[in-house]
């Protein structure tokens, strides 16, 4: 099993940033890609951003240039640097690791861009 624990969500205006942070446990050894994922009231869950461990990057179209994700190994940890927040950023955004094809998932947290 995989734990996973974000943090750095909240309340910005637009224009602001925020870094969220998600740290893995449990049976690391072996995960794959990990990245972000976020949902908005009503809508399905989208993917924002994701890294493999070699860094390899990829993003949605709608945070391209804005959003910036990286991982440390070391620290079984991976980040989305948030820039330049737009109000229809605002949803719950969740971790997720890849292992031996399993997917695992954080709680979320919430990320709320006021206008």
């Known amino acids: 099993q995989v734990q996973l624990v974000e943090s750095g969500g909240g309340l910005v205006q637009a224009g602001g940033s925020l870094r969220l942070s998600c740290a893995a446990s449990?049976?690391?050894?072996?995960?794959?890609?990990m990245g972000w994922y976020r949902q908005a009231p009503g809508n399905q869950r989208e993917l924002v951003a994701r890294?493999?461990?070699?860094?390899?990057?990829r993003y949605a179209d709608s945070v391209k240039g804005r959003f910036t994700i990286s991982r440390d190994n070391a620290k079984n940890t991976v980040y989305l640097q948030m820039n330049s927040l737009k109000p229809e950023d605002t949803a719950v955004y969740y971790c997720?690791?890849?292992?031996?094809?399993?997917?695992?998932w954080g709680q979320g947290t919430q990320v709320t861009v006021s206008s």
């Open positions: 997720n690791a890849l292992r031996d094809y399993n997917n695992y």
């Open positions: 449990g049976s690391i050894f072996r995960i794959n890609d």
């Open positions: 890294i493999t461990n070699s860094g390899i990057t």
